[in-house]
């Protein structure tokens, strides 16, 4: 196939994702990441990268084939990997009667006459930060449409909003803002949906949930919020002794069981390390380790030497490599992981892209092939799928996270094994990785209303 028909082929395979997505809620995805609003390079690019760790010979046509008999069919509302769907018709030898692939792959779970209506799930946002920013740039792909709405910011100086709508529009790190922006009497029209903006005192709408990005809430205001203005759920976005840790990949499930929906989501590196050190100990049982973050300065450091309360965060943020008074050791506690594991944190002169190296003593012995190919199959059949990515570029660095909707990359290229030790290396967008593990969080509240084949 020629370049440009396999861009022809992309550009009508876009089109068919949107028509899925709009008119029958049915969200495709490929190795977890969302297709929605990719153009044709990017969804080429996407779905090849996954037919090769799937070892299939699936092409861009065979996806359209698969996504033109999805749109043909009447379906609940849902998510579906259309790259792992397709790479199953290809394994039974692309059968021709694709009702029946479709009948027996998704079952009358998907597919029926009388598809369930989609009630979103209203959001709320405390702040508007890096991470608050990047919450709102991944809710506004969906426009009106999925089962998250975002229905308000609440931040200090609302009247800012010219400023506000600007730090939007341009970021150094993500670029220009996919979609529009209008200013609107309440505050933000996003792709077409209008969004409040008010004081970070407003009412709140009954049955959302709050997401608290400014790390100003406790325990006690959480619940308080809960009570008074009947919330589904409030999330803070760090780590509360006080607070359940929930952590997308770890034990989000336990969202449905607490009595008080107050939780804290943990911090960007605690959701890219402990879902995977929880997989290698479910598999191989982890003995002892050390973590070690190199992520990069934040706001809270100082860009040139001055007084600070934390004598190493005073020094120039853009010069110095500073270590950090940081870790994730008691998220690791809480997580149920072995004690013995120690972490340690460093800040790099960088705007984004972390690595996390875990260096890991197991209970048995394993070699290099198998870790990567247990890694491997876990990336794209295993309960981590939607979140973690496996790469083998072996140029990769970190502004290549810059982006990456999973939690962790793991550096295939870089795994080290030497019988029951193991190093791996994972690179994370700490920002936009970290806000689309709070997303996944969401989406597991508003679970009852969409189903997954993923």
Known sequence: MTWEATELTASRLALLIAELFYAKNLESTSGGASLIGQGPVALYKSLRRQASLRRSSFTLFDVETIARALQNNSLHPG???????????????????????????????????????????????????RIARALVRILARYGPGGELRLA??????????????????????????????????????????????ADTDAELPAGCVLLDTTARQNAEVARESIERFQLRACILSSFHAQLPLIIHGLNEYEVHELESPALGAGSDAANAVLPVLKLIDQEYRIESGHVELIRPFTNDQNLLDNLHQTPRLGRAATANLVLSEENIGLELQRAALPTSITSSILRVPILNGSLAILVLQLGVEVTRDDLIRFLIDQSLNGNLRDQLDFMLAPDFVSSDATGNPASAIIDGIRIETQGRQVRLYLWYDNEMGYAMQLIRLLKCLASLSFLQYS
């Open 79 to 129: 998510r579906i990997d259309l790259g792992r769907l397709t790479a199953e018709w290809i394994a039974l030898g692309r059968p021709a009667h694709l009702e029946n692939f479709l009948l027996q792959t998704l079952g009358r779970r998907f597919l029926t006459r009388q598809p369930r209506p989609v009630v979103p799930l209203p959001i709320a946002i405390d702040g508007f930060g």
């Open 152 to 197: 308000m910011v609440r931040s200090r100086n609302p009247e800012s909003l010219p400023l506000r709508q600007q730090l939007l529009q341009n970021d150094t790190v993500y670029g220009s803002f996919f979609g529009d922006l209008e200013p609107v009497t309440s505050g933000l029209r996003i792709n077409g949906l209008d969004v409040i903006f």
